[in-house]
Antibody, heavy 120, light 107 residues
Framework: QVQLVETGGGVVQPGRSLRLSCAVS????????MHWVRQAPGKGLEWVGS????????NYAESVNGRFTISRDNSKNTLYLQMDNLRTEDTALYYC?????????????WGQGTLVTVSS | DIQMTQSPSTLSASVGDRVTITCRAS??????LAWYQQRPGKAPKLLIY???SLESGVPSRFSGSESGTEFTLTVSSLQPEDFATYYC?????????FGQGTKVEIK
């Protein structure tokens, strides 16, 4: 069955970096566009960014553009989110999600999320 | 950015009730709208895409419709497992944006 498992969350000080990973199984990562979506505690969902199936095309929300970088290693079935210069407002549960189709950013499978807390 | 506004923010209902949640887009998004259900402590679950297409495995009591920039999610007969928070999401224009959520509570 399809599974996505995020790891790498934790408590980090403002201005520091953190890298999240999303290990997938049950499908071929190289054929899917992947996304990161976050949810601040008690709040709604916010799309963070996406990466094309081969990593050649990336898009980011304005709130993270220039600070966050999405990458993927299809040979390891793993998606990454490198988060630099973290801010307190980046505190959230971070989900990786699979797009239904390459051209359709609707998310049919999600991980369980990994919590990132940015605090001094 | 396209703003998605859901109403109500909270809805109290009983098992068996017919429930309707509305999502309004700040501009045209055609029918590029999805609905998700999120139970407490869980990841969102896709219910409907393209405004009215039911995701595989989702019970038929869930349905979606659209009228211009207004979209509706209807649960025909609320079941105990349907008490959750529901989100709409537009995918017409970057960045993809979600509504603020509608919490369906037990009356």
């Amino acid at each position: 069955q399809v599974q996505l498992v995020e790891t790498g969350g934790g408590v980090v000080q403002p201005g520091r970096s953190l890298r999240l990973s999303c290990a997938v199984s049950g499908f071929t990562l190289s054929t899917n566009v992947m996304h990161w979506v976050r949810q601040a505690p008690g709040k709604g969902l916010e799309w963070v960014g996406s990466i094309s199936y081969d990593g050649s095309n990336k898009n980011y929300a304005e709130s993270v553009n220039g600070r966050f970088t999405i990458s993927r290693d299809n040979s390891k079935n793993t998606l990454y989110l490198q988060m630099d210069n973290l801010r307190t407002e980046d505190t959230a549960l971070y989900y990786c999600a699979r797009a239904v189709m390459t051209t359709v950013p609707v998310f049919d499978y999600w991980g369980q999320g990994t919590l990132v807390t940015v605090s001094s | 950015d396209i703003q998605m506004t859901q109403s109500p923010s909270t809805l109290s209902a009983s098992v068996g009730d017919r429930v309707t949640i509305t999502c309004r887009a700040s501009q045209s998004i055609n029918t590029w709208l999805a609905w998700y259900q999120q139970r407490p402590g869980k990841a969102p679950k896709l219910l409907i895409y393209d405004a009215s297409s039911l995701e595989s495995g989702v019970p038929s009591r869930f349905s979606g419709s659209e009228s211009g920039t207004e979209f509706t999610l209807t649960v025909s007969s609320l079941q105990p497992e349907d008490f959750a928070t529901y989100y709409c999401q537009q995918y017409n224009t970057y960045p993809w944006t979600f509504g603020q959520g509608t919490k369906v509570e037990i009356k």
